[in-house]
């Protein structure tokens, strides 16, 4: 427009609230071409963060959790205020990541459940 390049999830929003958005906007499902209403959200850079993916190089299988070989546990973790917090230690990966989705629903309210998972 005008020479000038706009993200079209931004140009959804201003179209769709009549405001340009204040912060980033969010894709829900975190696929960046699916621009429908639904999906959208006004987030601020850290709520951004929350609504991460797993990796493609992860090899836990699990959202904030990694293996600790030095302690042969599985850890798991979550970014707090853009650092990582230690949840704990765990025998098994998937009680590592119980704690993690328990961790992160009371420390990321704008999506407390992992993308994918809803």
């Known amino acids: 427009i005008g020479r000038k390049r706009y993200f079209i999830h931004r140009l959804a929003w201003l179209y769709m609230t009549g ?6 906007i969010d894709h829900r499902n975190g696929v960046r071409d699916d621009n429908r ?8 850079r850290q709520e951004n963060a929350h609504n991460i993916a797993k990796r493609s190089d992860n090899s836990s299988g699990f ?8 302690r042969r546990k599985w850890r ?3 970014a707090v205020h853009g650092k990582n917090t230690g ?4 025998s098994s990966r998937e ?7 328990s961790a992160k629903k009371t420390l990321h309210p704008f ?8």
């Open 19 to 24: 405001a340009w958005p204040k912060s980033q």
């Open 37 to 44: 209403w639904a999906n959208l959200r006004e987030a601020t």
């Open 63 to 70: 959202l904030g959790v990694s293996f600790d070989g030095s």
């Open 76 to 78: 798991a973790q979550i």
């Open 87 to 90: 949840i704990g230690r765990f």
């Open 95 to 101: 009680a590592a990541y119980a704690a993690y989705l």
């Open 111 to 118: 999506q407390p459940v992992p993308r994918g998972e809803q």
